[in-house]
Nanobody, 121 residues
C-alpha cells in the first residue's frame, strides 16, 4: 500500500507564491517519477510538472519560468515552487508517483487526494 501526503495549498493573491510538497511512503521499491497535475472546474486534468529519479524535468508551457519542481530522493518527496501565480492557476493540484514495486521492474502509479490552490485578490 502506498500513501501520498500532500501539503501547501491555499489562497494567495495574484503575483504571490506557494510551495506544494508531496511525500510518498509505503510499499515502494524505488520511485521512477513524481509529478504534479491540476484540474480546474470544468476542465480536464493536466500535467503541471514532473521529475524523474534521474532529475529530468517536464513542465507545462503555461508554467515554465514560474514554477520549479524539485525532489528530495532520500525521502521520496517532491516539491513544487510556484511563483508569479495567476488566477488561471486556480485548480486542485494532485501529486502522482510512478514507482517500482520490486527489483523485477513491475511498475505502478498512485495519485494523491489533491490540494486546492486558489489565486484571487
Amino acid at each position: 500500500q502506498v500513501q501520498l501526503v500532500e501539503s501547501g495549498g491555499g489562497l494567495v493573491q495574484p503575483g504571490g507564491s506557494l510551495r506544494l510538497s508531496c511525500a510518498a511512503s509505503g510499499t515502494i521499491f524505488s520511485i521512477k517519477s513524481m509529478g504534479w497535475y491540476r484540474q480546474a472546474p470544468g476542465k480536464e486534468r493536466e500535467l503541471v510538472a514532473a521529475i524523474t529519479s534521474g532529475g529530468s524535468t517536464d513542465y507545462a508551457d503555461s508554467v515554465k519560468d514560474r514554477f520549479t519542481i524539485s525532489r528530495f530522493n532520500a525521502k521520496n518527496t517532491v516539491y513544487l515552487q510556484m511563483n508569479s501565480l495567476k488566477p488561471e492557476d486556480t485548480a486542485v493540484y494532485y501529486c502522482r508517483t510512478s514507482y517500482y514495486i520490486s527489483s523485477k521492474g513491475q511498475e505502478n502509479d498512485y495519485w494523491g487526494q489533491g490540494t486546492q490552490v486558489t489565486v484571487s485578490s
